[in-house]
């Protein structure tokens, strides 16, 4: 498990992070997400041993990680631009982490490249960004770390890769209680990954919540109503995050289970009634709204 | 098996990313010193062919002495050793630079501390073991040829000790300048700050003093602006080890052991700062100029203080001493420096006018430290030692003297500077008189018109310092002779300036070495070198009636000049008349002639006016700028030649002249007459041995004849 607790850093007069508290559960996806200077690679690279923070205490499961090699061999950190040796392929690569990391698994690495059709004597130089970033990946993979910490690495893999990438979670997961950390700006390409979500925004945590719960927790429900009566006595009882209203059609967001909302809708008199499948934009637009924030005008516009 | 993740498998790993360093560290060096040496030895050889050697033991010091001078203590590897210092520290830690490399590295499970030490390690080795190989390879190629022995490989062994501490003191600089830094081209200023501010700032000084106080220098300042600069000392250091004979002697261990033991606290306190700064150092700091922003006002305040005070002295030099244009100067380049530096610390052209709190301080200290020197605020030029605090004295008053030192071990001559031997041999303990005859030296200011003259004096202070000082003596003004003669005329003044006053000559041993002539001017006779003893015995009891006043109203009648060893210096023993006990032997060697010349020994005098007089007084009347007026009077004021030759004219003429080549030693200086310029052509059937049969001569002052003035006037 990894604690970030009342965590600051600031860049000169710069307050990047502020006073973050967030936990990271094992063997879960953990998706941050966040503007440009959101303070996400920041908290990154101070949950990798990169920076140290000013404040605040960080801790991978129960060690300090700033200059601790053993909470920094349960981790990997995969950098946005991450860097590869001049004029190194990646066997070089290979051959540095597997003598850094203990337990980094070679035949996997190479069975993995073949996979994903990198050459491994080619030039990492003459890789495009988006193979730069399969390779971090697989290397970090291999690495068989216990967490692996990628910033905005997803941005610009094709949706083939990402699937590809997310299967290897998913193996690794099971097979050995890996802990991917994702940051990104981008909720989309999140939203397929994760099953935890730290929304952060001008260096502070807005929300922090597995996605399951939130997915569980709200409900999208379009249905007409026979009269205005109705509508009074379906809606009166309900705790509802938002409504639109075409013609008769009533599209309402409300925070509820499905089993309620269908047990209360029963009671209901509608012409038509449906439960609409929730996409992890709208549960973020629904849970920030609340809060106060329009979420468009932080990571979706 | 090696472990993964251990030291060595670490080092390794680093080691491949440091390739081309060890490219350049092994070409530097395997390169350098086999081939020097080779060059050397087969120039040598060349020339032992065409018989430049006479002899085989001559042939094999040769050959010793070109090892040496290309593995051996030799300042010319200093800068081939500086740039690998910087190139290995810099390439080593230049990950700091760049944030990709510092999220890989600092984020990988290797501690700071393992880090830090590899890359550490792994620069020395790149410097030591291609310097290793290079030198075994050197001594090997030497000493298929003979030319190496014991003292050979002692001495180089003693270099390549200094060479590392040097090449460790300039790695280590060069990782604290990449630890402040964040980028390569701030670290390159850095690292430039690091060797050399210390040495501008010295140089800076004393230049400062020099145009300010009047007191500054004198013979026993010794001007050394590298004690602040280790990347100069070296050159200092090692030209100075260089010129020692003996490795093992006791003159080398004095300064080798403590060139060590500072060279190597110095490299300890460098790498402790420099891993400090390490582990200090903030990720963030990547792509900055300055790594701690905490020390920008002070990097900007010393360097912009530098530049300021260097402008000042610029500007007070190509302005002729226009203080108020020097101010300016100064004030405008402190400012720019300042907005430079913020510039560069924001990489941002517009920050020139940031942190305009931190320039105005600046402008504050160059002002300071200008009227600390203007008003000579710390009295530097009143400064003069309590009594009771000065052990004892050495100055510098009296004519010019060559001075050498006798070498027992090698029984050879080694010439010294008058520096070093009055420091080493004069012990003054009229304290009193010396500094009464300062305080009225310092009544004078820096005025320089008749003839005053500048004294150096060496204060030598229980304390253990040691002060140099100058200062003006009027030599005209009556009152200081009682002053002078307390010094000049103590034994231990005449001990301390007169080489041949010092008893440690081995004149046996000398015999074959020393040439000894007695002048008067025209008349130059040899003495046997087998009375040499005699000769300085004789000379030695005669000094004891010197003193000041004898010295400045009396003219030397010749001089006795010794040429010791293959050197074309002489050291002199001035003559006076009443020196009875070295004439008299003079007179036994058959050597002795007056000065005074025989106007039947005369065929003619010829004399030129150069009427210097008038054409300087032509220069002031005619306002004109100097260089502009010697053009115009040039034009109208010519020298005059005449000839004389009739025997009352000869007799008058050589009975008010002095021969040109001999000095005026103690006397005033404007003693002779500087207008004319006397050619004295001696008969060829003379008693005496003129030896050129021509001479030139000068007039006393105010004493060339009537009718020569009248003859050669405009």
Redesign the interface.
């Known amino acids: 498990m990894i604690e970030i607790y009342d965590v600051s850093k600031s860049?000169?007069s710069i307050k990047a992070v502020d006073a973050v508290s967030v936990t990271i559960k094992e063997n879960t996806v953990f998706g941050l997400i966040g503007t440009n200077g959101a303070g996400k690679s920041t908290v990154l690279?101070m949950v990798?041993?990169?920076?140290?923070p000013d404040e605040g205490m960080i801790a991978v499961d129960n060690m300090p990680v700033y200059?601790n090699?053993?909470a920094?061999?349960r981790?990997?950190?995969i950098?946005d631009?991450?860097?590869f040796?001049s004029g190194a392929n990646a066997i070089i690569m290979e051959?540095?982490?597997?003598?850094?990391?203990?337990n980094?698994n070679k035949e996997e690495f190479y069975l993995y490249l073949t996979k994903f059709n990198l050459d491994k004597d080619r030039k990492i130089s003459t890789f495009s960004k988006g193979m730069k970033k399969q390779l971090a990946l697989l290397l970090g993979i291999c690495s068989h770390t216990k967490y692996l910490?990628c910033d905005e690495t997803f941005d610009g893999l094709d949706p083939v890769m990402r699937q590809g990438i997310k299967s290897i979670f998913a193996k690794e997961m099971e097979e050995r209680g890996l802990t991917p950390v994702i940051a990104s700006h981008n909720l989309r390409e999140l939203e397929d990954i994760c099953d935890h979500v730290g929304l952060l925004h001008r260096g502070g945590v807005l929300l922090s919540k597995d996605l399951e719960d939130m997915k569980c927790n709200i409900q999208k429900v379009q249905c007409v109503f026979t009269s205005a009566e109705e509508e009074r006595k379906a809606l009166g009882n309900l705790e509802i995050l938002k409504k639109e209203q075409r013609g008769s059609l009533s599209t309402i967001t409300l925070r509820s289970t499905k089993e309620e909302v269908m047990a209360h809708f029963a009671t209901v008199s509608t012409v038509f009634f449906e439960v609409l499948p929730l996409s992890l934009e709208e549960i973020f637009i629904s849970e920030t709204e609340v809060v106060g924030y329009d979420i468009k005008k932080l990571i979706l516009s | 098996m090696t472990s993964?993740?251990s030291f060595l498998?670490?080092s390794?790993?680093n080691h491949k990313?440091r390739t081309w360093v060890w490219i350049v560290s092994i070409l530097a060096q395997l390169l350098i010193y086999p081939s020097v040496l080779t060059l050397y030895l087969g120039r040598i050889k060349i020339w032992n062919k065409e018989g430049a050697y006479p002899t085989e033991a001559l042939f094999k010091k040769v050959m010793y002495d070109a090892t040496v001078e290309a593995i051996g203590f030799q300042s010319k590897y200093v800068i081939h050793i500086l740039i690998l210092g910087v190139i290995i520290a810099v390439q080593g830690f230049s990950y700091l630079y760049?944030?990709?490399?510092?999220?890989?590295y600092?984020?990988?499970?290797?501690?700071?501390k393992r880090r830090f030490t590899i890359i550490y390690i792994n620069g020395i080795l790149i410097y030591l073991i291609p310097a290793f190989i290079a030198t075994l390879l050197s001594l090997l190629i030497a000493g298929v040829q003979g030319a190496v022995n014991g003292t050979v490989l002692a001495e180089c062994a003693l270099a390549f000790l200094v060479n590392l501490l040097y090449f460790l003191i300039v790695y280590h600089t060069s990782m604290l300048a990449v630890m402040l830094t964040g980028n390569l081209v701030v670290t390159g200023f850095a690292v430039l700050t690091f060797l050399f501010s210390g040495y501008v700032a010295v140089m800076l000084y004393n230049s400062l003093k020099w145009l300010f106080f009047d007191t500054v220098g004198g013979l026993f300042t010794e001007e050394t602006p590298h004690k602040l600069s280790i990347a100069m000392e070296y050159l200092a250091k090692v030209n100075r080890l260089a010129r020692i004979k003996s490795v093992s002697s006791k003159e080398m261990m004095e300064a080798i052991l403590p060139l060590y033991a500072k060279w190597f606290v110095v490299a300890a306190l460098l790498l402790a700062l420099s891993y400090w700064c390490y582990r200090k150092r903030?990720?963030?700091a990547t792509g900055q100029a300055i790594a701690f922003?905490v020390i920008k006002p002070f990097v900007k305040v010393f360097i912009s203080a530098i530049v300021g005070l260097s402008a000042f002295y610029v500007a007070e030099d190509v302005s002729y001493h226009n203080t108020a244009f020097a101010i300016f100067t100064m004030v405008v380049g402190c400012v720019l420096c300042c907005g430079v530096m913020e510039a560069i610390y924001d990489f941002d052209i517009r920050s020139v006018i940031r942190h305009l709190a931190s320039t105005g301080t600046c402008v504050v200290i160059v002002i300071v430290i200008f009227c600390i020197f203007q008003f000579d605020v710390l009295g530097y030029d009143t400064y003069i030692p309590a009594i009771d605090d000065i052990e004892s004295i050495a100055v510098d008053i009296g004519p010019y003297q060559q001075y050498w030192e006798w070498d027992s071990a090698d029984e050879s001559i080694t010439y010294v500077s008058d520096t070093s031997y009055l420091k080493e041999n004069m012990f003054l303990t009229d304290i009193e008189a010396v500094c009464e005859l300062v305080r009225k030296g310092q009544g004078l200011g820096g005025v320089y018109e008749n003839d005053e003259r500048f004294i150096s004096v060496l204060y030598r202070l229980k304390s253990g310092r040691e002060v140099s000082k100058r200062f003006i003596v009027d030599w005209n003004d009556e009152s200081n002779e009682e002053l002078l003669n307390r010094i000049v005329g103590t034994k231990e003044y005449r001990d301390g300036f007169y080489r041949f006053m010092k008893d440690d000559i081995p004149y046996d041993t000398l015999r074959k070495q020393i040439r000894i002539t007695y002048t008067n001017g025209p008349i130059e006779c040899e003495l046997p070198s087998a009375s040499a003893k005699r000769l300085r015995d004789a000379w030695a009891k005669d000094m004891e009636q010197f003193d000041f006043t004898m010295a400045k109203h009396n003219r030397v009648c010749g001089v006795i000049n010794w040429k010791i060893g293959n050197s074309y210096s002489e050291t002199e023993m001035p003559i006076y008349e009443s020196f009875t006990n070295t004439i008299a032997l003079l007179k036994e060697y058959e050597a002795y002639y007056p000065m005074q010349l025989r106007a039947e020994d005369i065929d003619g005098i010829e004399i030129t006016n150069y009427h210097v007089d008038e054409q300087e007084e032509a220069e002031i009347m005619s306002g004109f700028p100097e260089a502009e007026a010697v053009d115009v009077v040039d034009t109208q004021i010519k020298p005059v030649t005449q000839y004389f030759e009739e025997p009352q004219e000869i007799e008058e003429i050589i009975a008010a002249v002095f021969p040109q080549e001999i000095g005026y030693y103690w006397n005033s200086r404007d003693m002779l007459d500087r207008n004319f310029d006397i050619l004295i052509t001696f008969k060829t059937d003379t008693e005496y041995p003129y030896g050129r049969g021509f001479y030139s001569y000068k007039f006393f002052k105010g004493q060339a004849p009537g009718f020569v003035v009248e003859r050669t006037a405009q």
């Open positions: 860049f000169g690279r990798a041993g990169v920076m140290k200059d090699v053993e920094k061999k981790m990997f950190f950098a631009e991450p860097y040796f051959r540095y982490y597997s003598s850094i990391y203990e980094f910490f | 993964k993740n498998v670490n390794k790993e990313r760049d944030k990709k490399k510092v999220d890989m600092k984020s990988v499970p290797v501690s700071e903030p990720a963030e922003p």
